[in-house]
Every structure is written in structure tokens, then in C-alpha cells.
């Protein structure tokens, strides 16, 4: 490999590879004087320096240095040798002496292209595939006959790097998400039950709290309690209601059962925290999102993948009302999905009262549901700290994606089929 | 979400009104929170949405909400419960077994088949989605006539005692039950380890059932010539019980039977069930237009209360309420304000978009991840997404790496996602494992997360999010890679350093460690053999992989 770049007087002289990365990096034997503030052992330096040999044997010949009991030692700094201004010269293409070339050409930094010059000379007359830089700085290509190709061959087929499309997609969301106003929110994958089911009202020996429905772990097992103060106000909640007006569920509550751990099974694990102030005070009003994987065992098959990401969020004011649920899902639902009716239908969950389902009327696939939503039970925000209503929300965002994606098993959202990677479309 | 089947015209005739089947699918279906999804002749497949509503998992249940809601019925539905002689005496002995029943007695019925069918229906679901399958509550309905009182629940031992079970024709042993009867094979596991199983039987000495298990086939097993039942649900706590019975037993008072109360005797209390008498609640008005946004007058909000079947009486700003005692959600007003809204018609509500000043944003991490992911793209390579979960063959044995304690889960489904992985590298051979067919070179990379245990955190673990990168193909090595991390690193802006290291993944002397700002980032290297050999690659591979919490 040669360089390509021309030059003036001694055109047809240009600097060789290693020619370059002196011009670039400085010489080597320049650079091994300049770290040289004492003497040091021979293979000290050696793995300090690139071309070390080649440093050496110059930076002796030009007498900075000596070799003295298995140290080199400097003897005097760095002159200018001229090669450096040399190699600028000829790369930048101004003229540069015999004298100056000569050692360029000895210490293998410079290097005559005549071969290729030779060529491109006989090409003059006839037909070329290839248009070497030759024959366009010479002119020469004036006297060639430049061969048609055959426009229609696609060349070798190429593989450009690309995002993963589902990835993309979720990138999308988020960024949504943002124009809309919302902030991101995270939790641990792994959580505390207290966070996944007791902070939001469920109570200890809900269905949805079974373990035929979450996983548990064989390690670790027990994680740790928020401060003392949310600790016994969700567990007043639970018992009796606390002094939120609900009769509670009417159990006694167990702290170890709440400091068991669990893979977080629902994006929601994540809203209560953040409300307790978790990640510092929650703004009013408030605006905030998360868009997390969670783990459920499901027996896998075209609509249960091995994991789901869910994206799900919170909407905190004072005195927020169903009118405004239904107004903010309204324009979530048609900013997300494009689709612009909507409908709303009630719909249960334990940490919502009252809860709604929003479908979307999609052009082929006709009404889809697409979100769940609803005000937080007042058991679940004030043990919390929160007096304001705080309106939650969660989309099934793996479906859309499929439709997005034009995808019909969900296990396909993390393919490891890399042609169809390769073949994905950016344009979603 | 149950799901439940449900004649049409049956349903019809206990709402007592037409109602054409698009408007019940559309519309009627609603005020139970369900939806339609299958219609097959008469037959209705419904999905009711609230598992905390077993009162709702009926033809019985569905049809009072619709009565409401079309102006057949108004108010809470009144159920007079009868005083009868039958008294159930319970064993002190069940103690840590299964020590609480409540009872009823219904007569006068007229079993037909779709009431037969709910009746099945409605037992099951409240046991196994009501009930935790069994666990909490069990239900057994008998023929009255075959039963001599007073009855007993006591418990004996696993073969202290012989009847022929429910559809079986010889007599067994509980113990048998277990071990060969379909139900004593699905839920044996609820009497497991007990010295002594739970029994009804009667003052003859006739078994009625081995809860939670089966009935007997002789006293257990109801048909459309039964007129007469008794009603038994056994388990540990009242809360979960009375609730069930009463459910059961409007039901089938809707059908037009009679309640009768039993006596039930416990060694240290007695108590008659079924309580059916209504419950109370208030609702204050201008909190429930403060939730909703609408503004409804107390006397509508009674209207609307009455369609949803409570008793709503005006009491200054609030209202009074009497509520079925088949139903046990209502805890706040909340509740009771769901029941306004559902009769308002979620529908009629008009959305209100209010502006809120906020400002968005995401995370940094997610900002960082997104350069990353710009520069690689750039380099050629292609994202792939992988599961955060894996097993240890992949993270340990495949990698040529000692065990080391990861994340561990308990209850999977499958072994092949049984641990969290704790770096990426082994998901993206995995990836190149499957993709031996296709064209190489193969630049892949995926950024996620892993999780690391760090005994010191609340949650003992600590999630990470990393950046792996990696080829395969003929001409891929490691000067490879450190061009691709040279050109990630100073696209960042980032100087870093690398030092030889050692890792049992990949080539001695073809490792490095990835030090920025002088600490520990990550490590690349060539993968070694032993690897590419378990993995089933045929071509060298390089690797590389950072952490990119450090760097934020």
C-alpha cells in the first residue's frame, strides 16, 4: 500500500505507509528521546516505543543517545534533522532536494511510483476498466475510452449495519414519550414483593400474587424494606385501611413475605417507588414514564415470549379527574398508534379505582386494545406521601410493535435470525 | 379474567327482558365488565375482566347488573334467608387442617339444564379463581333428601374410612383418592403431609366429600331432579368463605330458590350462615364529581347507583348506601364510584385534554446507549436483541468459565431461561451459534442489561447495562476488534487503555482488559477455541465488551 497523495517537483515520489505515520505520529527516534528524563533499561523503552528498533539505531546515529550497562542514556536532545520538514514537503507536494529525497528513499519513507506511471502511459488509446489515480492526475484519461458497464448488475450484496428493529421501534416510543412531556423512570429488575405488589394494594394472598404467575428466586431470597414510616403505612393500608377511608383487606400483613424477591413481573413495580421519592421529589404536576423488560412464567408459545417489555407511566395534579384520564389516553393513544378512534371500556385492576380499558379502531385488524389505565387507589398513593390523584397508565407495547413490525409471533421481537435482521426495513 | 359460558336465551329470561344481541355485546355486557368473545349458536363465551367480582362469573350475576342497567330491577337485590334446623357440627381436630366452613340449605329448585351448567360453572370458577384453586376455598353442593342430620366436619385419617367418589363406582380410601382419582391427582398436593383429612359426613355415617378434593357420588352429585341442596365451603378464613357462599347461593336464589340458614357449630363459637342481609356504605357526592369531573346532582347519582343495585338515600352532601352481600370489593368509595361511572356510561364521559407543563426527558444511560449503538452501526455491525434471561450451560460451561453464583430462579418454566445473565458476550454466540448458514463476516452487538448480585443493595442485586460487540468470519482476529473499540473509544471522546489480561474465553495473549480513566471498563479478545468449539463455530471470532454505566 502505497500513498496516493501527489506531489510536486519529484511527482512521481510520494510517501510510503510508514512514511505517513512518521508525518502523523513524529519519528520514532524523536519520540524515544523525548521520554527519556533519566536513563532507563533497554526494555523499558521497548514497550514504550513503536518501531523501537528503528528509534534506537537513529537516535545513536544522529548521537543522542548511548547504550550504557543495558540503559540508554541520553547524551544530548533532540536536533532537527531535517527528515521530518522533509516528509511535510513531499506529502504537501512542494518541492523537496536530492539530498532530503535520497534519505527519505533510504529509510524506506518515500518511494518512486514509476511503475504505475508506466502503465497508465500505455493505456493511452484504449479502452480501460479501471480509472487509476494515474490516469486522472496526468490527464492521461483524456486519451482512454472509459468501458461501459452494465448498469443494470447490482454489485455484491452488502450488509450495512443497523439498529434492531423492535429496538428502533421502542426508541421511537421514547422519544414520543419525551415531545409529550413525560420523564423516564427506572427500577431494579430484580425487586422486593413490597414494591411489585404491597405498595400497590395487593393485597398478600391475591390470586395475582400466586406463584403460578411470578417467578420466584432461588437467589437471592430476601431483599430489604423501604424506611420504617412507608413500611407501616402501606401495612396499616392493607390491614385496616390506614386513614385512607377503605375498610383495607382485613389480614395481618408480613414484612418477610414483602422482602422476598422477585424478577419485577409488571412495569407498575416501578411508579410506587417513584412516587415515595425514591429518586427525589415527585414534580406536581408530574409526567412520567418507563419502558422495562418484566418476567413471567409463561409457557412460551406465538403470543408469551420469554420476556415482554411493558410501557407504562404515571400523570400526578391536583385534582385530576376521569374527564382527564380519558383526555390524556385519548392523545397518548393517537400520538403512539397514528389511529384516531378510540373508545374506553371499564376494566379491573387492583391498583386502579376506577379502571379502563382504550381500544383503538385499527383500519384492518378492527377495535384493538391497546392500554389500560385508571386513578390509583387512594390505599396505594397515600401511605406514599401522595394527596393528589395520580393517574396510571400501561400500554402493551410488544403488540404494537408486532403490528408495527408486521410480525405475527411475538418470539420473533428478539429474533436471532440474522437474515431477517439483515432484510429488516428502516423505515418503520 | 375468567371466562365464562353463558346461554343467551337463558340469560335473557333471568333479566326478564329483551335485549337484541348487538346491544348486549355492544353495550349490555359492559355493566358486568365483560366482553363477548365467542358467540356460538346460543352459547356465549364471555370474559369477565374483574377477578375481584366473583358475584359477576354467572348467567345469575350478569343478568342483576343488566336488570339494573335496563330498568327491570333497581335498588340492592333483597335475599330473605329462612331459619332451618340443620346443624353442622366442626371438629376441633381440623384444626391445622382445614378448620372453617360456613353452610346454607336451598330448596324449591327448579334445576334445569343451564341452571345445572351455571350452577357447575360458578362453583368452579370461585373456587379455582376465587378460591387460589382450591387452597382457600373449597365448595361442595349435596342433594338435601339424602343427607341424615346433623352433619359433622371432622377429620380422619388418609385411610381411616371408605366411599365410592364422585363418577366412580367403587369404594375408596382417601388415601386411594389421592393416588387414583383424576381431582385426588390435581389437588393432592393441598392435603399433602397432613396426618388427617378433612370429611363431611352425616349422622348415618354416609361420607359427603373429602374436601378440597372430591364429593361422594352417592350425596354429592346434584342433577336436574334435585330440588333440595346443601351447601358446604370449607377452608381457613371467613373472608375468603362468606363471600363465596353468598355468591353461590343468590344465584341460585335468582333461580327461585329458597334460602334456609344452617347452624354451624365450631368448638368454641357458633354461627348461622348464610348472612345475606345488605351491607353499608356512604359515598360523598362532591368527591365522587371531584374523581369524575362530572357534575352529577346527589339525586342523580342515586339514580345511577340504583341502576348499578345499591340503595343510595340522600343524607346531605352524601349518600347512604345498602349493597348486596354477595358483593366484598367495595372497601373505599372509589369503588362505589366506578359503579357511578359504569352506569354514566364510560362512553358519554368526554375526554379532557389538560395541559400540564412538563418537560420530558430519558435517562442518561439511554442517551449513551443510543452514541454507542450511532457509532457502531457505522462500523458495519448489526443490533440484535437477546433475553436477559439464559442459563448457566450458556454463561458457564459454553464459555469455558467457572461456575460463579448468578441470579437464580426458583419456579421457571424452562431450564433454558433458569438465570439472569451477568455479561452479554454469551448471548451474541448464542446469536452466531444459529447463524452459521449465513454469510460471514458477522459483525453483531447488542446493548442491554445483566444483572450482578451485590449483597450490599436493597435488592442484593444490581443491574448493569453493557456493550458487547462481536464477528466471526475467516479474517476476523483481534486487531480487528481494537480498530472497532479504537474508533468507538475516540468517537466518544474517551481515552483508554489497554492491558494484557487473562480470560478463560478467550486466546492467552489475545486478551485484553479495556481500562478508561485507569479503571477496569471491559475486555476484548480473540475467542478461544474451546469455545468456538462448543459453541458449533467453524470461523475465529473477536469480542469485545464494555460496561457503560462507568462511562456515563
Redesign the interface.
Known amino acids: 500500500m502505497r500513498s496516493l497523495r501527489p506531489s510536486g517537483k519529484h511527482g512521481n515520489y510520494r510517501l510510503t505507509e510508514e512514511g505517513l505515520r512518521y508525518l502523523k505520529q513524529g519519528l520514532p527516534e524523536v519520540r524515544l528521546v523525548r521520554i527519556l528524563k533519566k536513563p532507563m533499561p533497554v526494555d523499558a523503552v521497548r514497550k514504550k516505543v513503536g518501531n523501537f528498533n528503528v528509534a534506537l539505531s537513529w537516535a545513536k546515529k544522529n548521537g543522542w543517545v548511548r547504550i550504557d550497562k543495558g540503559k540508554i542514556v541520553l547524551v544530548k536532545k533532540a536536533g532537527d534533522t531535517g527528515v521530518q520538514e522533509s516528509l511535510r514537503k513531499l506529502h504537501d507536494g512542494h518541492a523537496t532536494t536530492e539530498g532530503e529525497l535520497r534519505i527519505l528513499i533510504s529509510r524506506n519513507l518515500a518511494s518512486k511510483e514509476r511503475q504505475s506511471l508506466k502503465k497508465a502511459m500505455s493505456l493511452a488509446g484504449k479502452e480501460v476498466t479501471t480509472l487509476t489515480p494515474e490516469l486522472i492526475k496526468t490527464g492521461l484519461w483524456r486519451k482512454t475510452r472509459l468501458r461501459p458497464y452494465d448498469v443494470k448488475v447490482t454489485g455484491e450484496?452488502l450488509?450495512?449495519?443497523?439498529?434492531?428493529p423492535?429496538?428502533r421501534f421502542l426508541?421511537q416510543v421514547?422519544r414520543k414519550?419525551?415531545?409529550?412531556?413525560?420523564?423516564?423512570m427506572?427500577g431494579?429488575?430484580?425487586?422486593?414483593e413490597f414494591w411489585n405488589f404491597d405498595a400497590l394494594f395487593q393485597a398478600q394472598?391475591h390470586?395475582?400474587r400466586?406463584?403460578s404467575q411470578t417467578?420466584?428466586?432461588?437467589?437471592?431470597k430476601?431483599?430489604?424494606l423501604?424506611g420504617k414510616k412507608i413500611v407501616s403505612q402501606v401495612q396499616a393500608a392493607h390491614e385496616n385501611?390506614w386513614k385512607?377511608?377503605?375498610?383495607?383487606?382485613?389480614?395481618k400483613w408480613d414484612p418477610v413475605k414483602a422482602a422476598q424477591?422477585m424478577?419485577r413481573a409488571h412495569d407498575t413495580a416501578i411508579s410506587p417507588r417513584y412516587l415515595s421519592g425514591f429518586s427525589g421529589k415527585v414534580?406536581i404536576?408530574?409526567?412520567y414514564f418507563s419502558l422495562v423488560?418484566c418476567?413471567r412464567?409463561?409457557?412460551?408459545d406465538a403470543t408469551h415470549g420469554?420476556?415482554f417489555n411493558q410501557l407504562g407511566g404515571i400523570?400526578i395534579?391536583k385534582?385530576?379527574?376521569?374527564?382527564?384520564l380519558?383526555?390524556?389516553?385519548?392523545?397518548f393513544v393517537q400520538e403512539i398508534t397514528g389511529l384516531s378512534e378510540v373508545?374506553?371500556?371499564?376494566?379491573?385492576f387492583?391498583f386502579t379505582?376506577?379502571?379502563?380499558?382504550i381500544s383503538a379502531k385499527h383500519p384492518e385488524m378492527g377495535w384493538m386494545e391497546l392500554a389500560g389505565a385508571g386513578?390509583f387507589?387512594?390505599?396505594l398513593t397515600e401511605p406514599l406521601g401522595v394527596k393528589e390523584?395520580v393517574i396510571a397508565w400501561g400500554f402493551g407495547i410488544d403488540r404494537l410493535a408486532m403490528l408495527r413490525l408486521n410480525i405475527k409471533d411475538i418470539r420473533e421481537?428478539?429474533?436471532?435470525?440474522?437474515?431477517w435482521?439483515?432484510e429488516s426495513k428502516v423505515t418503520i | 379474567m375468567p371466562t365464562i359460558e353463558v346461554n343467551y336465551n337463558d340469560l335473557l329470561s333471568l333479566v326478564g327482558k329483551h335485549i337484541p344481541l348487538d346491544v348486549l355485546q355492544e353495550e349490555g355486557i359492559l355493566y358486568a365488565k365483560g366482553e363477548i368473545e365467542e358467540i356460538d349458536g346460543e352459547m356465549l363465551k364471555i370474559d369477565i375482566k374483574d377477578t375481584n367480582r366473583p358475584d359477576l362469573w354467572s348467567a345469575e350475576g350478569i343478568a342483576r347488573e343488566l336488570q339494573g342497567r335496563y330498568g327491570v330491577k333497581l335498588g340492592a337485590p333483597r335475599y330473605e334467608v329462612k331459619h332451618s334446623d340443620l346443624v353442622v357440627e366442626v371438629d376441633g381436630k381440623l384444626k391445622n387442617i382445614r378448620p372453617v366452613t360456613v353452610c346454607a340449605v336451598v330448596k324449591g329448585l327448579n334445576v334445569t339444564p343451564d341452571a345445572l351448567s351455571q350452577m357447575i360453572q360458578l362453583q368452579e370458577k370461585v373456587s379455582v379463581t376465587f378460591g387460589k384453586n382450591r387452597k382457600e376455598v373449597a365448595i361442595g353442593v349435596y342433594d338435601y333428601h339424602k343427607i341424615t342430620p346433623p352433619i359433622r366436619f371432622t377429620a380422619v385419617k388418609p385411610d381411616g374410612i371408605r366411599f365410592v367418589p364422585l363418577e366412580f363406582e367403587k369404594e375408596m380410601t382417601p388415601a386411594e383418592i389421592l393416588k387414583k382419582h383424576p381431582k385426588g391427582l390435581e389437588y393432592a398436593h393441598l392435603l399433602k403431609g397432613m396426618p388427617r383429612y378433612p370429611i363431611f359426613m352425616d349422622a348415618a355415617g354416609e361420607v359427603l366429600s373429602l374436601p378440597p378434593i372430591i364429593n361422594s357420588d352417592y350425596t354429592g352429585k346434584v342433577t336436574s331432579a334435585t330440588r333440595d341442596v346443601f351447601i358446604e365451603c370449607s377452608g381457613f378464613d371467613f373472608r375468603f368463605l362468606n363471600p363465596a357462599l353468598n355468591v353461590i347461593v343468590s344465584a341460585l336464589a335468582d333461580r327461585g330458590g329458597t334460602v334456609e340458614s344452617v347452624k354451624v357449630a365450631f368448638p368454641d363459637k357458633v354461627m348461622h350462615t348464610p348472612d345475606l342481609k345488605p351491607k353499608r356504605a356512604r359515598v360523598d357526592s362532591d368527591y365522587a364529581n371531584r374523581m369524575t369531573g362530572l357534575k352529577l346532582s346527589p339525586k342523580r347519582l342515586c339514580e345511577l347507583l340504583g341502576q348499578a343495585r345499591y340503595d343510595a338515600k340522600v343524607k346531605g352532601r352524601a349518600i347512604g348506601l345498602l349493597y348486596p352481600a354477595y358483593r366484598q370489593d367495595v372497601m373505599h368509595q372509589r369503588d362505589v364510584i366506578e359503579d357511578i361511572i359504569i352506569s354514566y356510561g364510560y362512553n358519554k364521559v368526554k375526554p379532557v385534554m389538560k395541559k400540564l407543563a412538563t418537560t420530558g426527558s430519558v435517562r442518561e444511560i439511554e442517551k449513551l446507549s443510543d452514541s454507542v449503538a450511532e457509532v457502531m452501526v457505522g462500523l458495519g455491525f448489526q443490533e440484535i436483541l437477546s433475553y436477559v434471561l439464559t442459563n448457566r450451560n450458556n454463561l458457564f460451561n459454553k464459555m469455558n468459565a467457572p461456575p460463579q453464583d448468578v441470579v437464580e430462579i426458583e419456579n421457571f418454566v424452562s431450564s433454558n431461561w433458569s438465570v439472569f445473565r451477568n455479561w452479554l458476550l454469551p448471548s451474541l454466540l448464542d446469536f452466531m451459534s444459529r447463524n452459521k448458514h449465513r454469510e460471514f463476516p458477522q459483525p453483531i452487538f447488542e446493548i442491554g442489561d445483566a444483572v450482578t448480585l451485590d449483597k450490599s443493595r436493597e435488592t442484593r442485586t444490581k443491574d448493569i447495562r453493557n456493550m458487547a460487540a462481536a464477528s466471526c468470519g475467516n479474517k476476523v482476529g483481534y486487531e480487528y476488534m481494537a480498530s472497532v473499540l479504537d474508533a468507538l473509544m475516540s468517537s466518544l471522546g474517551l481515552e483508554y487503555e489497554l492491558v494484557k489480561a487473562q480470560h478463560p474465553s478467550f486466546i492467552p495473549g489475545r486478551t485484553a482488559q479495556i481500562r478508561i480513566k485507569g479503571k477496569p471498563a471491559g475486555i476484548m479478545g480473540e475467542i478461544h477455541p474451546i469455545v468456538l468449539n462448543s459453541w458449533g463455530l467453524e470461523k475465529p471470532a473477536a469480542a469485545l465488551e464494555i460496561g457503560l454505566d462507568g462511562i456515563l
Do not use: A, C
Not at chain 1, 412464567?297 to 412460551?300: A, C, H, Q, S, Y
Not at chain 1, 385534582?319 to 382527564?324: I, S
Not at chain 1, 421481537?413 to 437474515?419: A, H, I, K, M, Y
Open positions: 450484496k450488509h450495512p449495519g443497523k439498529r434492531q423492535y429496538n426508541m421514547r414519550l419525551v415531545e409529550l412531556g413525560f420523564k423516564e427506572t431494579p429488575i430484580i425487586e422486593t394472598n390470586p395475582s400466586d406463584w417467578y420466584t428466586l432461588k437467589n437471592p430476601q431483599g430489604d423501604p385501611g385512607t377511608g377503605s375498610t383495607g383487606w382485613g389480614y424477591l424478577p414534580e404536576p408530574g409526567k423488560r418476567f412464567p409463561d409457557v412460551i420469554v420476556e400523570v395534579d385534582d385530576l379527574t376521569l374527564m382527564d380519558f383526555g390524556l389516553l385519548k392523545e373508545r374506553f371500556r371499564p376494566d379491573y387492583p379505582e376506577p379502571s379502563v380499558e386513578i387507589r387512594p390505599e390523584p421481537l428478539f429474533s436471532q435470525n440474522l437474515e435482521l439483515r
